[in-house]
């Protein structure tokens, strides 16, 4: 359980890491222009878009650093709790602007993001 725990962990992490750095190193507008995936742009902000990369880089650095550390390891499920949420919230504009194909997408992610948080919170994580 541990090691399916720690690959789940690291993809969501470097997913999370590399798509957060997008944000906020890309112009809102070029993300736009990648695709229907990014086209959810349109219905925020350049510092919404910025805010939401950092939020994703944060939550990546949460996923990983405080078990590799072990330093407030309470942290990971935290962070992976903040995905739960921010995932959610992508679901969400999905629905709104009718992108019901990615709204699967969204929702895989969520699930990834509950099974690091149930998993590192559980009776058999490493918390107890």
């Known amino acids: 359980m541990d090691l399916a725990l720690w690959i ?4 969501l992490a ?3 890491l590399l798509g957060g750095a997008f944000k906020v190193l890309v112009p809102k507008e070029r993300i736009a222009a990648a695709g229907r995936s990014g086209r959810w742009v349109e ?3 350049a510092g919404g878009v910025k805010a939401i990369g950092v939020l994703e880089v944060l939550a990546a650095a949460g996923l990983v650093l405080p078990a590799v550390l072990g330093i407030a390891r309470v942290l990971v499920p935290l ?4 995905l739960v ?3 959610g919230g992508a679901a969400a504009v999905r629905v709104r ?3 019901y194909a990615l ?4 929702a895989l992610y969520v699930l990834l993001a509950v099974f690091v948080w149930w998993g590192r919170l559980g009776p058999q994580s490493y918390l107890h």
């Open 8 to 11: 789940v962990t690291a993809l």
């Open 14 to 16: 470097a997913a999370y």
């Open 43 to 45: 219905d925020f902000g």
């Open 79 to 82: 962070a992976a709790f903040g």
């Open 85 to 87: 949420l921010l995932m």
């Open 97 to 99: 602007r009718r992108e």
């Open 103 to 106: 709204v699967a997408v969204d």
